[in-house]
């Protein structure tokens, strides 16, 4: 019963928090492009939402496709709701589908803590070596290197090593075109800037 109660659920809350204003398709870069009045609009609406929407909302959401769970993990990372941080790390580590890896760190970022780090540290010991996909190594590494600043710590530093495992990674095969890792890093901190707005029109937040 629960799980049909679930499947007959699902539909409004696509329509409430995913697709208004193809909310799901903007959640990432494409914010950094807005202009201050979008932007403005935006987190308003964007905080407003993760005020609304339930934890068992967002589980249900989480348990969907990556239009599901990109904005769920974003209104997460808005309403500063770390209990999801198992299950946000859970994910990240499957990679069980593209486009919501990033969103992720997003969250994992706003949390901020050292546990938050050591998940990053996992996704990047499980993913680099693997030269032959190309999934969040960019967006986990920034996020690793944005906790650090924040920490005062340096694990991202064993990755970066002129043998390391980001060097096996880029040089493949295949080999791959990439950014320094600090633009990773500034970008991921972007994202993390437009969270941290949005949260100010969330009375959620925790």
């Known amino acids: 019963m629960r799980h049909a109660d679930e499947e007959s659920e699902l539909p409004k809350l696509i329509r409430r928090y995913v697709t ?8 990432g870069g494409s914010l950094l492009g807005m202009s201050a009045r979008e932007r403005a609009k935006f987190t308003r609406k964007l905080g407003k939402a993760a005020s609304e929407i339930s934890p068992r909302e967002l589980g249900i959401l989480l348990d ?4 599901e769970r990109k904005t769920a993990a ?8 770390t209990e999801f941080r198992g299950r946000l790390g859970e994910l990240l580590l499957a990679s069980e589908g593209p486009y919501a890896g990033q969103a ?3 969250a994992l970022a706003t949390f901020g803590t050292s546990a938050d780090a050591d998940l990053l540290v996992a996704y990047l010991d499980r993913y ?3 030269p032959d996909l190309y999934y969040d190594q960019e967006a986990a590494l920034g996020t690793l290197l944005l906790l650090d600043a924040r920490l005062s710590t340096r694990q991202a530093a064993r990755f970066l090593t002129p043998d390391g495992l980001w060097r096996q990674w880029i040089d493949g095969p295949p080999s791959k075109d990439y950014d320094a890792p600090d633009s990773y890093c500034e970008f991921i ?8 707005e949005s949260s100010r029109h969330c009375t959620a937040r925790r």
């Not at 969907?64 to 239009?67: E, Q, S």
């Not at 901190?189 to 941290?196: C, K, P």
């Open 64 to 67: 969907r496709g990556w239009r």
């Open 189 to 196: 901190g972007q994202l993390s800037v437009f969270a941290d």
């Open 128 to 130: 680099l070596p693997r």
């Open 104 to 106: 992720y760190c997003v």
């Open 74 to 81: 974003w209104l997460i990372a808005v309403a500063g709701r």
């Open 20 to 27: 208004p204003g193809r909310r799901y398709l903007k959640l």
